[in-house]
């Protein structure tokens, strides 16, 4: 059994892209992740990986663009407003058809805000801060194993479709500190492997050979009929994503439930833990953790109401954005409340635990 080390969500992620093969990083500092990119720093080095800190956001995002397109395990980092100056970037790879992971430890807002915790990116995370018809795979990790675990996941998602894939945390996963076990390091010759499965599109020298093959990647097409088939294409690949990528995590869900909680990342630790105490006093509340806040756990949702559900409560580090797509699993069922805190404020058991009892 391997050793569990105790680390920062920020480095245990990080530690965790090095073994997954990840060996480029381009990133720029910016609270609350930055002990990502000082563990990136010292660490890429060891294992003959590039890391850049880039002059900006902007073009830390083009850096990831370039390595991407040439085959390469490729990551970046970097908190709400720092995401946000990513965006154009980010819808360009994925017009491309480019793999990518993008962590994005997020902290009050809207504007430069505060460093404070939050999760009040969701919208742009799930919904495309960035321009035209795309999507990015989003997952959203609440303890510091599963952020680790998550990182070689991503890598995974990114490879099988093509697509950048999100790690969606806070600054409270990124600064916790919690007991992690480490997937083993993946070889060289592992490393090499996986990038060579690129070989069919990637960018590559122009040199006489059969597996030699200079490859376009590009995501801009003048002609609008050819645009149009291009983003049917990619509508077709999410669907992909749709069907075969939703996870989620049932806390207590049972045909008896009075309330159904839906909540993820931080905010499910604090409503699971008020669960808790709401079953030792009797009363019967379930959870659904949307894992995959995109894709989004809509039928899970939907199919854990009973005839005995009153309500359906959502929990959020924001003003309620995720409501909307619990609002539409419940396609109007049950009514849907909401508690939120803004600013980087997390809620407490006790407030949650009231909320509850509101409706019970």
Request: glycine share 8%.
């Given at each position: ?329 419940v396609n109007g069922k049950l009514p849907v409340d909401f508690?939120g805190r803004a600013g980087g404020i997390v809620f407490t ?12």
């Amino acid at each position: 059994m391997a050793q569990k080390v105790l680390m920062k969500g920020n480095e245990a992620v990080a530690e965790a892209a090095i073994r997954a093969g990840c060996r480029l990083y381009f990133a720029y500092p910016i609270t609350p992740q930055s002990e990502l990119i000082e563990y990136m720093a010292k660490m890429m080095p060891k294992v003959k990986g590039t890391f850049i800190q880039a002059e900006s956001e902007v073009a830390a995002i083009n850096m990831v663009y370039g390595a991407s397109g040439c085959g390469r395990r490729v990551m970046t980092s970097s908190s709400s407003p720092g995401i946000s100056l990513k965006m154009e970037g980010l819808s360009y790879i994925a017009g491309a058809k480019l793999p990518a992971v993008v962590v994005n430890i997020q902290r009050g807002g809207p504007g430069l805000g505060d460093i404070q915790p939050s999760q009040a990116d969701y919208f742009q995370a799930t919904k495309g801060g960035g321009h035209g018809d795309y999507r990015l795979i989003v997952l959203a990790p609440n303890s510091v194993q599963e952020f680790a675990d998550m990182a070689s996941e991503a890598f995974d998602l990114a490879d099988k479709y093509r697509n950048p894939v999100m790690l969606l945390a806070d600054g409270l996963l990124g600064q916790m500190m919690e007991p992690v076990e480490f997937k083993p390091a993946k070889t060289e010759e592992e490393i090499e492997k996986l990038n060579k499965q690129h070989y069919d599109w990637c960018m590559r020298t122009n040199e006489d050979g059969d597996d030699r093959h200079h490859h376009e990647i590009n995501s801009l097409e003048l002609d609008p009929n050819v645009l149009e088939k291009h983003v049917l294409s990619l509508h077709e690949k999410y669907k992909d994503i749709q069907k075969n990528e939703v996870r989620y995590e049932k806390i207590n869900v049972k045909d008896d439930n009075e309330i159904l909680c839906v909540a993820y990342g931080t905010a499910s630790r604090i409503v699971k833990s008020a669960i808790t105490e709401l079953q030792k006093e009797g009363h019967s509340v379930g959870l659904v953790r949307p894992i995959t806040v995109w894709p989004y756990p809509s039928e899970v949702i939907a199919n854990s109401i009973t005839k005995k559900t009153k309500k359906v409560i959502v929990f959020e580090l924001s003003l309620g954005q995720m409501v909307e797509d619990v609002k539409l699993a419940v396609n109007g069922k049950l009514p849907v409340d909401f508690l939120g805190r803004a600013g980087g404020i997390v809620f407490t058991p006790d407030e949650v635990i009231a909320k509850i009892k509101e409706s019970l």
